[in-house]
C-alpha cells in the first residue's frame, strides 16, 4: 500500500492546517491510522491514531488536534489548529496492516508516507 500525505505549508503560531494521508495500492485490509512528526534533530514521535472510530492523541496535541478518516476514499485526515512553533516538524502518516493494540509506536506500523512539512513561525 502506498501513502501520499500533503497540506503541510507555513503559517504564524495560532494557524490552523488540514494534512491529508491517501492510501492506494493493491487490495489491502488497513486496520489503524497515525501520524508521527520528526522534528530537526529529533527522534520521530507519536502524535495521533485512529483504529475503528477510535482516536488517540500525544498529550502535546491534546485539544489542539483531531484526526479523522473518509473510509470510502481511503483517506485520514489531521486537523492542526492553534499551532505553536513548537509543532513545526516533518509530518508522516502510516498505516497498520495487522491488528495490533499498540498504537503509538513507530514500529507497530508498516507502511509509512514521504512526510509534509510543517512551519509555524512565532
Known amino acids: 500500500v502506498q501513502l501520499q500525505a500533503c497540506g503541510g505549508g507555513l503559517v504564524q503560531a495560532g494557524g490552523s492546517l488540514r494534512l491529508s494521508c491517501a492510501a492506494s495500492?493493491?487490495?489491502?485490509?488497513?486496520?489503524?491510522m497515525g501520524w508521527f512528526r520528526q522534528a530537526p534533530g529529533q527522534g520521530r514521535d507519536f502524535v495521533a491514531a485512529i483504529n475503528a472510530g477510535s482516536t488517540y492523541y500525544a498529550d502535546s496535541v491534546k485539544g489542539r488536534f483531531t484526526i479523522s478518516e473518509d473510509n470510502a476514499k481511503n483517506t485520514v485526515y489531521l486537523q492542526m489548529n492553534s499551532l505553536k512553533p513548537e509543532d513545526t516538524a516533518v509530518y508522516y502518516c502510516?498505516?497498520?496492516?495487522?491488528?495490533?493494540?499498540?498504537?503509538?509506536?513507530?514500529?507497530?506500523?508498516?507502511?509509512w508516507g514521504q512526510g509534509t512539512l510543517v512551519t509555524v513561525s512565532s
Open positions: 502510516a498505516a497498520q496492516l495487522r491488528a495490533t493494540s499498540w498504537y503509538a509506536e513507530a514500529h507497530e506500523y508498516d507502511s
Open positions: 495500492g493493491r487490495a489491502f485490509r488497513r486496520y489503524g
